[in-house]
């Protein structure tokens, strides 16, 4: 039975964490099927945007460590890193990292509990809605340990040092309205799934060539200097503009009419 189902309909991709038995807490082969299913969208070119959330009363409550821990082999396998991976990840950060990889839009949609783990899935989102009264933590600091699928650097995108090491530290939890106070969440609804799908489908109005430079140039520039930033800005700038996607927006937008886009180049 999968523990994680994919469905696409109109190029969006509804990716559910399907273990809500257990409240969707984490097992290697839930993160193996999290990762194999960012990997296969990867490679579909009609796809416009991904929105991730849980079945069930819960995002995830963080690593099932009773189900992890009953395998030490495979546990200890699964802290090696892929060379060949961008970032060099372990199956514990790829399951998180290989949405950053997407050219797509990546929404989580949260509600309920958001742990652990779970919070560093949906920080790898490029957006996180929240019903207000979701609970979050870096709950890896009541097991005397610290966030390592790709957390540290997704918080420091997000949070200034101090809070950073605050939430690690603590692992105090914080409710929905209190984490995008501190900017770890980017709006809040009452239905985060219904408003991440609508803003998905507003997004796949664009041109798919635009969001994906946008995501690779944002993401690929937020910690570098400002001579790499503008070098990477005129590299994607000069792509877009001939990408016959763009001349397809530029014409709906003088005729103010709905753009009809190619697959991504």
């Known amino acids: 039975m999968a523990l994680v189902t994919c469905e696409i309909t109109d190029g969006i991709a509804q990716v559910r964490l399907d273990r809500p038995a257990k409240l969707n807490a984490l097992t290697l082969d839930l993160l193996e099927e999290l990762a194999a299913t960012a990997h296969r969208l990867r490679a579909d070119k009609t796809l416009r945007a991904v929105v991730i959330a849980g079945e069930g009363d819960a995002f995830t409550a963080g690593l099932d460590f009773a189900s992890v821990e009953g395998q030490p082999r495979r546990l200890a396998l699964s802290f090696v890193p892929r060379p060949w991976r961008s970032g060099g990840t372990n199956l514990f950060q790829e399951a998180c990292w290989a949405w950053r990889r997407l050219p797509v839009p990546v929404i989580a949609a949260v509600h309920g509990h958001c742990l652990g783990g779970g919070v560093q899935i949906a920080l790898a989102a490029d957006f ?83 969001l994906a430079a946008a995501k690779r140039l944002f993401n690929g520039t937020w910690f570098t200097s400002a001579r790499r930033t503008f070098s990477r800005e005129r590299f994607e700038q000069l792509k877009l503009l001939r990408a016959p996607n763009t001349k397809i927006a530029r014409r709906a937008a003088l005729k103010r009419e709905t753009a009809v886009y190619r697959p991504r180049s």
């Open 128 to 210: 996180r809605f929240a019903h207000p009264d979701s609970s979050w933590s870096v709950l890896e600091g009541k097991w005397g340990i610290i966030p390592d699928m790709t957390g540290v650097r997704t918080l420091s995108e997000l949070v200034g040092l101090d809070v950073a090491k605050r939430l690690t530290m603590t692992a105090e939890t914080l409710s929905g309205k209190e984490a995008h106070d501190l900017g770890l969440v980017t709006e809040l609804h009452p239905d985060p799934v219904t408003a991440a799908t609508a803003f998905a489908q507003r997004l796949a109005q664009r041109s798919p060539d635009q």
